[in-house]
């Protein structure tokens, strides 16, 4: 390794060493509500401390003369751009085209150089503090622990001895294997085939905003977010819990699941506060419609009923219209022209109908000839007396 390589590994370790001194609070057993509890990891910057490798390319910087804070930068642009080109290539191949570009930013030619020293630089990062610890907990608790690392299986295999057995061949998906990185949700997807992974029982733990958490929660995937940097998250995307490291991850899910929970209960409460206040409303409606169809019933049958009052009282006053005609006649002493008199006020209304039968003679005879009509009505009256 080389001197630079050296410098670089020792600052690293002296940063690594620095663990807290008390111990960890015991913590309560994790919750899912099924039998199967998994826990995907994104790895660099989640498990493993991946400072180093930028760090190393702003100390070429530094060494040439490069603001190294800006050579961080501009690697971390070109690092992702290659990942996210048309055509897949090798991690390997990623970091070399990455420095290529470096060396096209600012017309040199070292980082190129130092390719293959930043390759095997990989080898030497170490897990954060936090990780070891919170892995075995959460391991002897029960629960399944994948990997799913944007970088190659070459690499991953040589970082197995840093996780000590936690992690093999078998429980771990890296780039290679699906021929995309992350945020493509392609790779999410063939974790979910590789793992059996259900939303339910299942959540993915990452440094990295961009690369894990949004592409997660946009398959509705449960997720931890370790805010190792302390940022902010888009609204809408907001992960189901936030930590600051791995040691917070257990109570973490607990309290996600807690609110997820809550939140669905005031869901549900609030969707049968608006289906009841629906009802009611449909209720209170049904129930005007009533009232308003009785008052037109009632409206109705009050119309009809003074209809056939009127209709009484004018047939009242026919009759006694008729009456008083008669015994006129008869105080004149023309009682031959009593029945004649059946015919009054000039309307050709030979009498006052009192059945439906009347009302359909009387009908015919309004354009009955007058004799015809007065012999009918004279007829029908003659009917009436002798009936009684």
């Known amino acids: 390794m080389s001197s630079l390589a050296a410098k670089v590994v020792s600052q690293v370790s002296k940063a690594l060493s620095n663990k807290p001194n008390e111990e960890e609070e015991a913590r309560k057993e994790p919750y899912f509500g099924h039998d199967r509890r998994a826990l995907t990891f994104d790895l660099y910057g989640t498990l493993l401390n991946y400072q180093l490798i930028p760090h190393f390319v702003g100390q070429v910087g530094r060494e040439n003369n490069i603001n190294p804070e800006l050579t961080e930068r501009f690697f971390a642009m070109y690092l992702e751009r290659m990942m996210y080109a048309v055509d897949f290539m090798s991690y390997r191949d990623v970091l070399e085209n990455a420095m290529k570009y470096l060396d096209m930013e600012f017309n040199t030619k070292v980082f190129t150089a130092n390719v293959d020293e930043l390759y095997l630089m990989h080898y030497d990062i170490k897990p954060h503090f936090d990780v070891l610890p919170a892995l075995h907990s959460l391991k002897s608790k029960g629960f399944e622990l994948y990997l799913m690392a944007n970088t190659s ?19 771990i998906l890296v780039a290679d294997e699906v021929r995309c990185y992350k945020p493509r949700l392609e790779f999410f997807k063939a974790a979910v085939d590789k793992f059996k992974l259900r939303t339910a029982d299942h959540f993915h733990v990452s440094a990295d905003y961009f690369q894990d958490i949004i592409p997660a929660t946009r398959l509705h995937w449960l997720t931890a977010y370790v805010n190792r940097s302390k940022t902010g998250v888009f609204k809408g995307m907001e992960p189901s819990g936030i930590i600051t490291n791995l040691s917070e991850l257990e109570e973490g899910m607990i309290n996600a699941k807690k609110r997820i929970e809550e939140e669905e209960r005031a869901a549900r409460e609030r969707e049968l506060a608006a289906q009841k206040e629906e009802a009611d409303a449909q209720l209170e409606a049904a129930r005007k419609a009533e009232a308003e169809r009785a008052a037109q019933e009632a409206a109705r049958k009050q119309a009809m009923e003074q209809q056939m009052q009127l209709q009484q009282q004018q047939q009242m006053q026919r009759q006694q219209a008729m009456q008083q005609q008669r015994q006129r006649l008869r105080a004149m002493g023309l009682d031959d022209m009593v029945d004649d008199s059946i015919d009054f006020g000039g309307n050709n209304q030979y009498f006052v109908p009192q059945t439906q039968e009347d009302r359909i003679l009387a009908e015919k005879m309004r354009n009955m000839n007058p004799n015809k009509a007065r012999a009918l009505a004279k007829a029908r009256e003659r009917a009436l007396r002798n009936r009684f």
Do not use: R
């Open 153 to 171: 299986l070459s690499l991953v295999e040589k970082q197995f001895d840093h996780f000590e057995g936690l992690f093999n061949n078998k429980n």
